[in-house]
Structures are given as structure tokens and as C-alpha cells.
């Protein structure tokens, strides 16, 4: 016989501790509702293994080895922050066609999150010397490379301590994390489930009113007048598809990338903190910044290339690294069994094939010999657009069924290929917003706040 339910009652369930999710829950905490967020994963924070590659392997989905049908690498923490857990630190402003074609103004969340979190290029002396080096021979050639915002506040209360490791999680404390939104949304109030898997919506008469799950192996329900799904660009469409969301995750978007590396005869960039230089080509769609793999990742990804690269291991010390990250066409999907597909198109080809001759131009000139460049296997880094702004979202987030929401990086409309942090919190904190204002009484909202307009 099966146990009875926990049963619980909200304003506001979100699904989902990242970036979309930790600001909804923190913003609609503060402003008094009742929020219950529930994340799948555990918070690792604080314990010994965090930040290594043990604790990689640990909170990584499938151990840090999920792949797409067609080989490409997903590294998706399962986590209380999300993706901020194991991400670099890299911030940019949301494009600007996002406002331009789909009319998601989010200048003015973006400008204060900027401010609040203290978001800016790390200052001279921490950008690295060899990070430097391929900025400067990038220049030399003509390309427009500039210092990359990062969500990074290296002060004297932190012990900076940065490098390629960082990928694995920040141990030095001086990456900002989404689960610090977390616990400012508990300290207001809300109420966090950790290890909780939403399993299904409730919905009736084409509107929300809650959703059915586990906490710790235990069934579980929430009744709740608005539901925000911020599960991430694999999740998210997978919760959608068994609430019966059949466009959920057809087709999707992940700024495939490789990184371009070269051994130099100076020091490399393994030891600096990554993506401190940046480069945009947005005419033909991609993007160029400063990495490298972690020391003990490094031979892993040199192999599965060819087994001769990971011959160059011991020279990862003088390893410089340009990491290409391109505006991928929309393709492939998720099935309701997980399995994922995101096959390159033909002008997804041209673009990394243009990216990685420019990466090459770079390397040579920084120092690296021309026999030693390769380029690791195709990775994807932001699986997003699963469930996407004017086809299955209008502009205030909220799908077809009433007060059900998303916000993560599944509602982009096209890649984004640019760091996705800094614009899914601008997200997060305009969809509070429009929450709020609803639950404003009609006659004392009039005026209050400017109207969004959905998506024709």
C-alpha cells in the first residue's frame, strides 16, 4: 500500500534552484508569499569533496558522462544552485535582438543585478598573464577582444584561488552562486525541499494548481496558485512533456563547444581564471574567450579526439586554450525517455570551422607552435531553447495553461551564445515582478507597472 502524501499548500511552488528559480523563489519571498522550491539535488557546499574532481563525478548528471545521441558531452549539476555550481563565473548583457524581435525589456533587472552582485571584469593583475598574451596576439591580428564580465569578487574577505578547476565548482568562495539567492529565500521565508523531483503537474480546466512528486523517496503534494518550472533546458521540458506539453523539447539549442589548444613554450592558462578575455563575432555567429580543461580532465577530452593528444598531458602547465562557442542552430530534442539529440547543421559547421581558424591564427601568434594545435571534441554547454519564448511561452513566461511559468535557459527563442547567467536573472526578476503585480487588486495596480505584451 502505498504511503499517503505529503501534502503542502503555497502561493508560489518553483521547480528548480538555479538562476531562474533561486530568483523567482528569493524575490517572491521578500515580497511576503508563501514559496516552497524544491531542488532535485542536494547542497554540497561546504563539504570536503566539493569543488574536486570526486564531487564532479558526485552531483554531475550520469556522473559527469552524459551525452547526446550524437557524442557531444553535457556536464549538468544536479545541485542547489544549478548550473552557477560548476559554470565559469562569465557574465554578459542579453543580446540585443532578444528585445529587438521578441520584446523582453530586460535592461533595467540587468543594470541592478550588475549592481547587487558587483559583476565586472577582474582587474589587470588577476586576469592572467597568459589569458593576456592570447588577448593581446588576438588584437595584433585585427580582433576586437575585451575584458569578460565576471560574477567573481576577488576582496580581501575571500582567499582567491582561481584556475581551470573552477569548472568543478568554487572552493575559494569567490564565485557568486545561485544558492546565495537560496538562502536569502529562506531567510525571507521560503521554505526549501532539497532532494525533491517534480514528477508531475496538477492542472485542471487549463490552469495550475500545483504539483506531485518525491522528497526523499517520499510522495509528495503541493497545492499552489502559480507554479514556476525552472528545471533547466533538460528538465524543464521533461516535467512539461509528462504534464502532456507535446512541444515540449522539440528542438533545442546548446552553443556547442570545443576548445582550441596549443602548447606554448611559457606558461598556459590552466592556472588563471577562465574566460577573462572575450571576443563576439556575431555576424557569423560565435564566440571566443580564454579556457582550457582542468589538469586531470584534460587527457580525457585529448583522447577521445585521438589518442596522440593526450600525449601532451605533461605539457598542460604551457597549454594555452581558446574555447569556441557558437550560435547553434535550433535542432534535435529531448524525449520523454531523456534521450537527447542535437546533430550540427551544416552553417553550425561553418561557424566552428570559422571560429577554429581564427582560434588557430590566435594560438600561433601567442606563442604556441603550429604542430601541437588540436581541437577537443564537441561539447554542449547550455542546453536551452527546449521551451521557447513565442512558441510555447508569450512574453511574461506563462504557457498556454494559466499561472504555469518557466524560467530557465529553456525559454530561450534562439542560442544565446554568450554566457546564460546574468540573462536568466534578469529573467527571473521580471517574472516576479509580473507576479506581483497580479496579485495586485486591479483599481491600486492601474498605472504601477509598464505592460508586457505577449508574443504574436
Not at 390 to 395: K, R, V
Request: one cysteine or more; hydrophobic letters at 40%.
Amino acid at each position: 500500500m502505498s504511503p499517503e502524501p505529503i501534502k503542502k499548500h503555497a502561493d508560489v511552488v518553483v521547480v528548480g534552484s538555479g538562476p531562474g528559480g533561486a530568483s523567482v523563489a528569493r524575490q517572491m519571498a521578500r515580497a511576503g508569499k508563501r514559496v516552497i522550491l524544491l531542488e532535485r539535488g542536494k547542497d554540497y557546499r561546504g563539504k570536503a569533496y566539493y569543488g574536486t574532481y570526486l564531487g564532479a563525478l558526485t552531483y554531475a548528471d550520469k556522473h559527469s558522462l552524459l551525452f547526446t545521441k550524437e557524442g557531444l558531452n553535457i556536464i549538468r549539476p544536479l545541485m542547489l544552485g544549478g548550473a552557477t555550481s560548476m559554470y565559469c563565473g562569465s557574465a554578459a548583457r542579453p543580446p540585443a535582438w532578444l528585445k529587438e524581435r521578441y520584446r523582453i525589456d530586460l535592461d533595467s533587472y540587468i543594470d541592478e543585478t550588475i549592481t547587487e552582485i558587483g559583476i565586472a571584469p577582474l582587474p589587470p593583475h588577476l586576469r592572467g598573464a597568459a589569458s593576456t598574451r592570447i588577448a593581446d596576439a588576438a588584437n595584433s591580428l585585427g580582433y576586437h577582444w575585451e575584458p569578460l564580465d565576471k560574477f567573481m569578487r576577488p576582496v580581501p574577505s575571500t582567499r582567491f584561488d582561481c584556475g581551470a578547476k573552477c569548472m568543478l565548482g568554487c572552493r575559494c568562495g569567490a564565485k557568486w552562486n545561485a544558492a546565495e539567492w537560496v538562502d536569502q529565500a529562506v531567510t525571507a521565508g521560503c521554505e526549501l525541499l532539497t532532494e525533491a523531483c517534480a514528477d508531475d503537474l496538477i492542472i485542471e480546466n487549463r490552469q495550475v494548481g500545483g504539483v506531485r512528486g518525491k522528497v526523499r523517496g517520499q510522495p509528495l503534494e503541493i497545492q499552489a496558485d502559480q507554479v514556476v518550472v525552472s528545471a533547466g533546458g533538460i528538465g524543464t521540458p521533461l516535467l512539461l512533456q509528462r504534464a502532456g506539453f507535446f512541444e515540449a523539447g522539440h528542438g533545442m539549442t546548446m552553443d556547442t563547444t570545443v576548445m582550441v589548444c596549443g602548447v606554448s613554450k611559457e606558461k598556459g592558462t590552466g592556472e588563471e581564471p577562465p574566460m577573462t578575455w572575450a571576443y563576439a563575432n556575431d555576424e557569423i555567429g560565435y564566440m571566443l574567450s580564454t579556457l582550457i580543461d582542468p589538469w586531470l580532465l584534460f587527457p580525457m577530452m585529448a583522447a577521445l579526439k585521438s589518442p596522440r593528444h593526450a600525449l601532451k598531458w605533461p605539457a598542460w602547465g604551457r597549454t594555452l586554450g581558446v574555447m569556441i562557442k557558437i550560435k547553434d542552430d535550433i535542432s534535435g530534442g529531448i524525449t520523454l525517455d531523456g534521450e537527447i539529440s542535437k546533430p550540427m547543421t551544416d552553417q553550425d559547421l561553418f561557424r566552428m570551422n570559422h571560429g577554429a581558424i581564427v582560434a588557430n591564427q590566435i594560438l600561433v601568434r601567442a606563442g604556441a607552435d603550429p604542430d601541437s594545435v588540436f581541437i577537443t571534441p564537441l561539447r554542449g554547454t547550455h542546453p536551452s531553447g527546449t521551451v521557447r519564448i513565442g512558441e510555447m511561452l508569450d512574453a511574461n513566461l506563462q504557457t498556454e495553461v494559466k499561472n504555469l511559468y518557466v524560467c530557465d535557459a529553456s525559454t530561450f527563442p534562439e542560442a544565446l551564445d554568450r554566457p546564460t547567467v546574468l540573462t536568466i536573472l534578469g529573467l527571473g526578476k521580471r517574472l516576479a515582478a509580473h507576479l506581483l503585480a497580479k496579485s495586485v487588486p486591479a483599481a491600486s495596480a492601474a498605472g504601477a507597472a509598464e505592460p508586457l505584451h505577449a508574443v504574436g
